[in-house]
């Protein structure tokens, strides 16, 4: 397991549960190690604790260090990991913050909402338990679950799965 993402509906709303391998929250902690921690409460309203004394933190994201979207070739799918709070899905914005409003139309980009993984604690063995304000019939459900997996694998394969290249430049005679 390096990601996994778990979408539940209930009578109480809908929860979201991240775990992670430790590299993947190691790379936010390398990323920004001087900038400390956000509170999540403070940046978005959709997103809540389970419990109110136990608090949603995330490390913070320097887009000059990493890049902070992707885009999935011909799915029309795009991810970005600077909405924190948002909607876990929604149209395509432009700006710094990538805010996500609505669910989109036909004629707009989706933009899945990767952020959660930036999450404080998603690599022990729990992972990090979210209310997510927003509602979700069964075919929504089913469609953001296969569409955090597509944009997540792109995620991983982005930035932490085993890469070996060996270049060699040779003087022909």
Known sequence: MQIQIRLRRNREGISVNVRTAPGVEDLFKYLV???GIIDVGTVGR???PMHKDNPLYAYPIDSERIQARGVLSGSGLNWSLLGLGQP???QTTRGNNAGLTRR???DDNEMVNLSMLRLRGTSNPEGVTFRYHGILGDDQIKQLAEEFHQCSAHFYNMYLRDVDLTLRVSKED
């Open 33 to 35: 190690p001087e900038r």
């Open 46 to 48: 959709y997103w809540a």
């Open 88 to 90: 876990i899905v929604g």
């Open 104 to 106: 989109p139309t036909t």
